[in-house]
C-alpha cells in the first residue's frame, strides 16, 4: 500500500492542525495504521494510531489529550488533529501500516508515507 499525508505547515503554539494519510488502497482490518514523528537527530517515536479493528486507539503520552486519530474507512484515509499545539511538538509526521495488531514499534512498521513537516512556533 502506498499512503500520502498531508496537511503540514506553520502554526503558532496554541493553534491546531489537522494532518490525512490517504492509502492508495482498503486499510479497514487489513492494515494497524498510525502516525510517528521525527526531529533531526532524534528517533523517530510513535505519535498515535489504530489496532488492526480499529476499534481502540493509542497514544503517545506527550500528545494524550491535545492529539486526536480518526479514521474514514470509506476514503481509505486516516487523520490525525492536533490541538493546543507546542513548539516541542515541531517535526516530520509520518503516517505508517502494518500487517499486524498495533503500530507502536517503528522497527514493525511495513508501510510509510513521506511525511508532512509541523512547525510550531512560540
Known amino acids: 500500500v502506498q499512503l500520502q499525508a498531508s496537511g503540514g505547515g506553520l502554526v503558532r503554539a496554541g493553534g491546531s492542525l489537522k494532518l490525512s494519510c490517504a492509502a492508495s488502497?482498503?486499510?479497514?482490518?487489513?492494515?494497524?495504521m498510525g502516525w510517528f514523528r521525527q526531529v533531526p537527530g532524534k528517533e523517530r517515536e510513535f505519535v498515535a494510531g489504530?489496532?488492526?479493528?480499529?476499534?481502540?486507539?493509542a497514544y503517545a503520552n506527550s500528545v494524550k489529550g491535545r492529539f486526536t486519530i480518526s479514521r474514514d474507512n470509506d476514503k481509505n484515509t486516516i487523520y490525525l488533529q492536533m490541538n493546543s499545539l507546542r513548539p516541542e511538538d515541531t517535526a516530520v509526521y509520518y503516517c505508517?501500516?502494518?500487517?499486524?495488531?498495533?503500530?507502536?514499534?517503528?522497527?514493525?512498521?511495513?508501510?510509510w508515507g513521506q511525511g508532512a513537516q509541523v512547525t510550531v512556533s512560540s
Open positions: 505508517a501500516a502494518r500487517k499486524g495488531q498495533t503500530v507502536v514499534l517503528v522497527t514493525t512498521v511495513d508501510y
Open positions: 488502497g482498503p486499510i479497514d482490518k487489513i492494515y494497524a
Open positions: 489504530f489496532t488492526l479493528s480499529g476499534a481502540s486507539t
